[in-house]
Each structure stands twice: as structure tokens, then as C-alpha cells.
């Protein structure tokens, strides 16, 4: 491998590198959070330990790699190997500690019933882009370059009925990602197994657009998602903006162009229903009695989205979001 290299360097006088490292240097310029940097780090080792390998071979040929480093009765070798492993070892604890971190805001977040959308696709399909158009979000970066995005975050926005949702921003997917990235970064699309409905972004206009649904699809079959998160997947289809005479003729993706805001009412209506379906929430209008505790126990309990009075007998008809147990108690409760 490393010969390879070399011969190739001379041979074409400029500096070659491998699509390990080549996405490693992209993932290192792009990580913005300790935990990024942190995973990346550990891709990293791997790396390291092959070319101590053949740094020890070429030094072997000088007759120097095996030699005992001075009364340590360790050798050059095993000292490096040593340090590499303690690096590791302390990598991977301070990583679970942030894990364990992540897992308390997500039991959190769940108390606060927010459902979750958790946008996925291939890294420059436009994920932010979206993300950033259905949220208004202007803290949101999209950019013209691979893996723009390495950390999973979280953006408020509304649907059309005004429930709140959470956007979740994921990495994006590249063919042949080497196999030890791939093992540390699956650890940020955990997060997926914890939302309600995923939206599947796909950047139409790329000639390999159709393998690249099928690769998203194998990785998310192979997250061992629940079925029906699985089943619910809401596909995008964006930048038609760039396909000349699109013709939409999956009558099971939305067509949008995020970048120019194009097709996002649709999209919008789409996500509510299948948020609605996934966490069991009804839309309902409930007449209530404005002096009695009702209309107060639904703004704890619910989101209410507008209250209409009719004066005539001091009532008046309330629209909430509601989820089934939370109308179970309600009607218990004042409607025996
Ligand atoms: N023409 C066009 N360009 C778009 C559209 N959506 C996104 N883009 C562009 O595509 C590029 C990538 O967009 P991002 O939103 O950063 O893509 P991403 O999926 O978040 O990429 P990663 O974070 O790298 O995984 C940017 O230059 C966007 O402006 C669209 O609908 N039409
Ligand atoms: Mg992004």
C-alpha cells in the first residue's frame, strides 16, 4: 500500500493519498464539537497502527526497529503500540462519557413529547439546506462540499396545525465509506432509532441518485429501526430545480427544491401526518366550559391552537393537539 504510494508520488510528482485519508482530512477540517473531533481521533488509530507497522518494517531493514529502547526492555515498537492504545482507551471513555450525556437530553427531550424528524440522506443532497427552509432556522450552514454537516443537531419548527417538531440534522452518506469510519460514526446516527418519522433526502439531479437509495436504505435496514419507522420513511425528492423537465412520477416522494423553497407546504403536510400517525396525536376541537379547569389543564396537558368563545353561554370551542392517553385522562376527567 504504502509502496504503491510512493511509487505513485514519483512517478506523477505530486503528493497522493488514499480515500481513507482523503475523507479523514474532510472529516478533521469539518468537526466542530468535541465529539466529532473526538471520532474522529479514534477513525484515526486504526490509521496510525498501519504505518507504525511499516515504519517499524523500514527501520527493520536498517536493523533498527526491533532494538531495545534503553533499559525500558520495551522495543521501539511496542512502546508506540503501547501509547496508541492508551490513546484509544482514553478516546473511547471520554466519548461514552458524552454518550451518556446525550442519552440524558434524550430521555429529556422525550418527556417534553417533541416528536422527532430525523433527516437523512447522502452528504450534499441538500439535508441542511432543507432543514434550513422548513425551520428558518438561520444558524444552519449549508455548504457546496462533502460532509458540511458532522454533528448531529437539532432544529425547532412548526407544522402547519402549529405543533412543534425537532428536526434532527444527521451526517450524510458517501459510497465505500471506509469501514472503521463507518463503525465510529454510526454511533451519531444512533439517534435515528429514537425518532418518530425519518425523512429520506434525495438529491435528484446526481447521476447516482437511484444506487444511492438503495445504499441509504441498506444502512437504515441495518440500524434495526422499528418496522414501523421503517415503513413511515418520507422520501424527497430535491434540487429539481437542476433537472431539466422533471417529471414527478412517484406518487410516494415529494418533489421539493430546497434551496428555493419549492414543494415545502406539501412536504410540511406530509411530515404532520406521518408525526400524527407515529406518536398517536389527534387533532381534535373540544368544547369546554370557560369557568371551569378545563381549558387550563389542556394548556398543560396539550398544545392548544386556538380557542374560539361563544359568547351566548360563556363556552367555547378549543382546538388542540392531543395525544390519545393525555384525551383518555381528559375525558375521565370532565366528561364522565
Ligand atoms: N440547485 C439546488 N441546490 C441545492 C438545493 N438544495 C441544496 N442545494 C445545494 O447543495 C449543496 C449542499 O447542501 P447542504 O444542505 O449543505 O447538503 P447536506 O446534505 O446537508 O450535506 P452534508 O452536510 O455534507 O451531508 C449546497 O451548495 C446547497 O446550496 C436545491 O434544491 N437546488
Ligand atoms: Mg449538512
Not at 460514526?185 to 418519522?197: G, I, N
Not at 430535491?238 to 406539501?266: F, R
Not at 406530509?270 to 369557568?291: P, S
Request: aromatic share 6%; charged share 25%; with cysteine.
Amino acid at each position: 500500500m504504502r509502496l504503491v504510494q510512493k511509487e505513485l508520488e514519483s512517478a506523477w510528482g505530486v503528493k497522493v493519498f488514499d480515500r481513507y485519508s482523503v475523507v479523514l482530512h474532510i472529516f478533521r477540517f469539518n468537526a466542530r464539537t468535541k465529539e466529532a473531533k473526538l471520532q474522529i481521533a479514534l477513525a484515526e488509530i486504526p490509521y496510525l497502527r498501519s504505518q507504525l507497522k511499516n515504519e517499524v518494517a523500514h527501520l527493520d531493514q536498517q536493523g533498527g526497529g526491533s532494538r531495545y529502547i534503553m533499559g525500558s526492555g520495551e522495543t521501539f515498537m511496542e512502546v508506540q503500540q503501547r501509547l496508541l492504545k492508551e490513546r484509544e482507551l482514553k478516546i473511547r471513555g471520554v466519548l461514552e462519557k458524552l454518550r451518556r450525556k446525550r442519552q440524558l437530553l434524550r430521555t429529556k427531550r422525550k418527556r417534553r413529547e417533541f416528536p422527532i424528524i430525523s433527516v437523512m440522506g447522502y452528504t450534499n443532497c441538500g439535508k441542511t439546506t432543507l432543514i434550513k427552509a422548513l425551520t428558518g432556522d438561520s444558524g444552519l450552514h449549508p455548504r457546496n462540499q462533502l460532509f458540511a454537516t458532522l454533528d448531529v443537531t437539532t432544529h425547532a419548527g412548526l407544522m402547519p396545525s402549529r405543533l412543534t417538531v425537532l428536526y434532527v440534522d444527521t451526517i450524510g452518506f458517501l459510497s465505500q465509506l471506509p469501514h472503521n469510519l463507518i463503525e465510529s460514526f454510526s454511533a451519531t446516527l444512533e439517534d435515528v432509532t429514537y425518532s418518530d418519522v425519518i425523512v429520506h433526502v434525495r438529491d435528484i439531479s446526481h447521476p447516482e441518485s437511484t444506487n444511492q437509495k438503495v445504499n441509504v436504505l441498506n444502512v437504515l435496514q441495518n440500524l434495526q429501526l422499528p418496522t414501523q419507522l421503517l415503513d413511515s420513511i418520507i422520501e424527497v425528492h430535491n434540487k429539481i430545480d437542476l433537472v431539466e423537465g422533471y417529471q414527478h412520477t412517484d406518487p410516494n416522494a415529494v418533489a421539493v427544491s430546497a434551496l428555493h423553497g419549492l414543494g415545502m407546504q406539501e412536504l410540511k403536510e406530509k411530515i404532520e401526518e406521518a408525526v400524527l400517525q407515529a406518536t398517536g396525536k389527534l387533532i381534535l376541537t373540544i368544547q369546554v366550559d370557560l369557568a371551569g379547569p378545563q381549558l387550563s389543564w389542556l394548556y398543560k396537558e396539550a398544545t392548544v391552537q386556538g380557542i374560539d368563545v361563544l359568547p351566548e353561554d360563556g363556552l367555547a370551542n378549543v382546538r388542540v393537539i392531543i395525544s390519545s392517553s393525555a384525551y383518555g385522562k381528559y375525558k375521565k376527567l370532565f366528561q364522565p
